[in-house]
């Protein structure tokens, strides 16, 4: 058994990090709120432009749009992997990482002649696949720190314009979506060229007036759409890193205290040992000297 200045120590230790994770579950519980919010807020908004989209796809008959074009060989294919700045936060990192290096290998066989990059939003990302050997272009990793449309725009801009000029054949989405606080969904979506299958169903219960007609509103609305889909994919992947990091520093700062109290225990015995081996030295030391 450990002596008690060794069981004090380890009390001590484990008391400072329990304030710690403690206190980076509730800096989390707030950021996860706020960015809970931004998603849920977001998502009716990019649900609707899905929706006009759908409609004016439907009903069009002449549309040959750039963006949703095939190219009929496949030179070039990036990845944009979103994972998070910071670490901490469960196996949020190391599942998405995964995920893109099993969807990397599905694009290999599939386009072996082909040239795979990765852009990755996100230091964690960037740092796990650099240290595999992939090829890596970074993004700017602040705008996961206060995402706006703005800052993604600058990203979208740069990867429609590799693309429209031929530079990269497809762009493939893979980031961590957002299910609660506790579940994340890897998720990997061709980005660019838009895979589109015409519908039946109805979008509308009134069928809407379209000016001055469909074609001019999907190459109007087309740029929107993209940088909506970019958008809500960051916006999901941020929610989903604080709900994650949440949930793990929680589950922490429950271990700590498990820990924390084995060692009281632990102690306490160790301490109820000693002062019985004292009280038997006493006693024996005592008959010793009536004898």
């Known amino acids: 058994m450990a002596n008690l ?17 403690s206190a980076m579950k509730m800096v989390s ?44 060989q496949v030179k070039k294919i990036s990845i ?23 969807t990397y290998s599905t694009l290999k066989s599939k386009y072996p002649s082909a040239s795979i ?5 996100g230091r964690k990302g960037e740092e796990s696949l650099r240290r595999k050997g992939f090829t890596v272009a970074s993004l700017n990793h602040s705008l996961l720190d206060k995402p706006t449309v703005e800052l993604t725009k600058d990203i979208f ?9 031929g530079e990269i054949d497809k762009v493939i989405l893979v980031f961590n979506k957002f299910k609660n606080a506790a579940t994340q969904i890897q998720i990997d979506e061709q980005y660019l060229p838009i895979i589109y299958k015409k519908s039946k169903g109805k979008n509308f219960s009134v069928k809407p ?7 001019v509103l999907i190459d109007r609305l087309i740029p929107y ?4 889909q970019l958008h809500s994919a960051i916006l999901e992947s941020i929610a989903a890193e604080h709900g994650a ?39 024996s030391g005592a008959n010793a000297l009536k004898q």
Do not use: W
Request: proline letters at 1%.
């Open 117 to 121: 990059v990765f852009y990755t939003l």
């Open 245 to 283: 990091r949440m949930t793990a520093m929680h589950q922490a700062t429950e271990n700590a205290s498990s820990i924390y109290n084995q060692l009281i225990l632990e102690y306490n015995k160790a301490r109820q040992a000693a002062i019985t081996k004292e009280i038997l030295e006493i006693v």
């Open 209 to 215: 007036i379209v000016e001055p007609n469909q074609d």
């Open 157 to 165: 801009t740069a990867l429609c314009n590799e693309f429209l000029s």
């Open 80 to 102: 944009l992997l979103i994972t998070s700045n910071n670490s901490m936060c469960g196996a949020f990192n190391s599942n998405i990482v995964k995920h893109a290096v099993s």
């Open 29 to 72: 519980a707030a950021k996860f709120k706020k960015a809970q919010n931004s998603v849920l807020r977001f998502r009716p908004f990019n649900d609707n432009i899905n929706k006009i989209l759908n409609f004016v796809i439907n009903s069009s008959i002449t549309n040959k749009n750039v963006y949703f074009t095939d190219r009929k």
């Open 5 to 21: 200045k060794e069981i004090r120590t380890r009390i001590a230790s484990v008391a400072s990090t329990k304030k710690i994770t």
């Open 225 to 228: 759409f993209l940088l909506n």
